[in-house]
């Protein structure tokens, strides 16, 4: 029988140094054959990315060598790092923002070769052999005459120009990447351009005038090219517009012609057909739905209340649909914030779901009738998954986690959808307690932690997060909010929160909050909110405007909305126009949905973890909200990480983060944690 005691006091196997030991991030899944590239954030090696390449006989190669990170900073948030080609791979390095080349031999009866012993003579940095005349290959070698190369080498100059979603131009032997360029004074400026790897010349501009670019794709003849751009005030789930113009003789552009997207309507993931048909995904019905424009005429493909898409926050980030041959798509959508996967024949149009485990699946890819994706379930680990499917069965290729967990610990989320201000219903997942070894007293509630996701234009999934499991196993409940605004439900609810960020986020967390306390599952008295980013705002504005929460936990968090639109970087300098109001037009608006500006309201106790490079928050957010808080005698915890952007990469920092937190929470409700974890400074407690 299990033992009876205190909520939060569990014993639990999961130690948060295990937690992130074994921890990676996976994301940008490329498929060819049965070679199959991903990219892995290991918090082990500082948050160094790294691209891997496994091989048809199941062995992984690091196409990233020690010393390089493939990360680019282009929007900040970066993403579309690198492009796999052949033995080659083409990534931006992050000490440097510039893009290079890399080539890993390959031995087809031994698998792959190791860098330190690559054989690069007669090695062809992309894939497709032979010229159309079958004469000789269609890109120079990777190495000088019959020397090795040992180490990447750069393929863009010197100089704070930055790269991302890189696209191969074979037909001229160049990529055709997002340019986002910092060498002059004032805001940056983007473009797209193309890249020359032999160097011989300087990247060159083909398509600029427009704030904004991503994703470029060139059709498979080579004679055209289709991307996405948009303009301030505008994101790209706002409004970013599908375009496609010729390719000419020299490789500049033909006149561009626009094929969706506008004020309201956003085009994402635009694709080439294997036979030259362009797709895409727009939400002008009110969901991402799928497209084609086939004779000039755009079609939908499989019209339903659901997400084939999702927000562009990073470059190849909205990847849900590949072709697996001319005549179908594999896909994925959302229904009420839950994923599917999916075959649509593309003569009948007809879709059919593929079951699979995975509610939060990614970066689809297909080839020679298996899909590829990024998967996650309730129940297992996040992976890229390898899936036949004509007979369904699937293959983990990589795990992002090496912690097994006893289902016995696992707390399965529960969807619920809740009533919130202004009559409306808000939706998320709750996580109850569960640990196989103990229980609550029957007299007791468990405390709630409250998850308020980023964004704040994105989404939590109903994948398994060692991070919710780490507070329930201990005996804590947590509700993982998909507030108004959010993703995966339409385009409606996500302009819930044009003009009411501040409002509708605040209102639906706490809504959600009393809803499970009045149905007897939590314990009002003993309620906690945590976010990073916006979410940390969303914390912030509920414990300084609302009396809902006990405490709270920002994590990189908004503290001033104003000083957010004057520092903040090109991508979001003007994304508040739009969720609070135009500024300094309505600076008063800014003003009153400020938490800094409202902390004599503000009588819980907080703790902050801010990195010290943010420069999507700027350190002096979080800094100016403990001083308040000093100065009122506030319970207040602050913890700085050197080092760390947006978002916290190390393994070190992510481990004091989740252990600061839990025993920050701990002291202020009281509960006695039954493992130990490193304290932090609370002052005024």
């Not at 049965?34 to 891997?52: A, F, S």
């Not at 090795?148 to 750069?154: D, N």
């Not at 010197?158 to 055709?176: K, P, S, Y």
């Not at 041959?325 to 879709?351: M, N, Q, T």
């Amino acid at each position: 029988m299990p033992t009876v005691t205190p909520y939060g006091s569990w014993k639990s196997p999961l130690r948060a140094a295990d937690i992130v030991q074994g921890m990676i991030g996976l994301a940008e899944v490329f498929a060819e054959g049965e070679r199959i590239w991903w990219l892995e954030m290991r918090p082990t090696e500082g948050g160094r990315y790294v691209v891997v390449r496994r091989e048809a006989d199941g062995s992984l190669v690091d196409m990233t060598p020690p010393g390089f990170n493939a990360r680019t900073r282009v929007h900040e948030y970066g993403g579309g790092s690198y492009l796999p080609c052949g033995d080659t791979v083409y990534f931006t390095n992050f000490a440097d923002q510039r893009a290079y080349q890399y080539t890993v031999a390959s031995e087809p009866e031994k698998g792959a070769v190791p860098f330190s012993r690559c054989r690069e003579k007669g090695t062809v940095p992309f894939s497709g052999g032979a010229s159309e005349k079958g004469d000789s290959p269609p890109f120079p070698t990777a190495g000088k005459g019959d020397s090795p190369l040992f180490r990447p080498e750069p393929v863009t100059p010197a100089g704070d120009l930055r790269h991302a979603d890189f696209v191969c131009d074979r037909t001229r032997r160049r990529l055709i990447a997002v340019q986002e360029d910092h060498r002059g004074a004032g805001e940056a400026v983007n473009t797209i351009a193309a890249i020359y790897p032999d160097g011989g010349r300087a990247p060159e501009v083909l398509a600029s005038g427009r704030n904004f670019y991503s994703s470029p794709r060139v059709s498979p003849d080579g004679r055209q090219l289709a991307w996405l751009e948009w303009d301030h005030p505008y994101m790209p789930w706002d409004a970013a517009e599908l375009h496609v113009a010729p390719i000419r003789e020299d490789g500049t552009l033909g006149q561009a012609v626009r094929v969706a997207g506008g004020p309201h309507e956003s085009a994402v993931q635009p694709e080439w057909s294997p036979d030259g048909v362009l797709y895409f995904v727009s939400d002008r019905t009110d969901w991402w739905n799928l497209y084609r424009r086939r004779g000039g005429v755009v079609e939908a493909l499989a019209p339903m209340e659901a997400e084939f898409g999702g927000p562009l926050w990073v470059f190849r980030g909205s990847t849900y649909y590949a072709f697996d041959g001319p005549d179908r798509i594999v896909c994925a959508f959302a229904e009420k914030g839950l994923w599917r996967l999916a075959r649509l024949d593309l003569a009948s149009r007809r879709l059919t779901a593929v079951e699979t485990p995975y509610r939060a699946i990614g970066s689809v890819q297909a080839a020679g009738g298996k899909a590829v994706f990024v998967g996650g379930a309730p129940d297992r680990p996040t992976a890229v998954v390898r899936m036949d499917l004509a007979g369904g069965k699937t293959e983990v290729l990589r795990l992002a986690s090496s912690l097994a967990i006893d289902p016995g610990y696992v707390s399965v989320p529960e969807p619920v959808e809740f009533p919130t201000a202004g009559d409306r219903t808000a939706n998320g997942f709750f996580y109850a307690p569960k640990n196989k070894d103990f229980a609550g007293p029957p007299d007791e509630r468990p405390p709630l932690v409250v998850m308020v996701h980023g964004g704040p234009t994105s989404a939590t999934a109903a994948a398994l997060r060692p991070g919710i499991q780490y507070y329930t196993s201990r005996g804590v409940a947590v509700l993982d909010v998909n507030y108004g605004g959010s993703t995966g439900y339409g385009r409606k609810y996500r302009d819930r929160l044009l003009g009411h960020w501040g409002v509708v986020d605040v209102d639906d967390s706490c809504h959600g909050a009393r809803h499970l306390a009045s149905r007897g599952l939590v314990d009002g008295r003993r309620m906690a909110i945590t976010g990073g980013s916006a979410g940390g705002y969303t914390t912030l504005a509920c414990l300084a405007m609302r009396d809902v929460f006990a405490a709270g936990a920002s994590h990189f968090g908004v503290s001033d909305c104003e000083a957010l639109a004057r520092e903040t970087h090109k991508f979001e300098s003007r994304y508040l126009d739009r969720l609070i109001g135009p500024y300094p037009a309505r600076r008063d608006l800014y003003l009153a949905r400020s938490p800094l500006y409202h902390v004599d309201g503000l009588r819980r106790p907080v703790i902050f973890f801010q990195g010290l490079e943010d420069k999507v928050v700027p350190p002096n957010q979080a800094r100016k909200m403990v001083e308040a808080l000093r100065a009122k005698r506030i319970p207040v915890a602050y913890v700085e990480f050197p080092g760390e952007q947006h978002g916290f990469r190390k393994a070190e920092n992510i481990r004091r983060a989740l252990e600061g937190e839990l025993y920050f929470f701990s002291r202020i409700f009281g509960f006695r944690l039954a493992d130990p974890v490193e304290p932090v400074t609370i002052e005024n407690l």
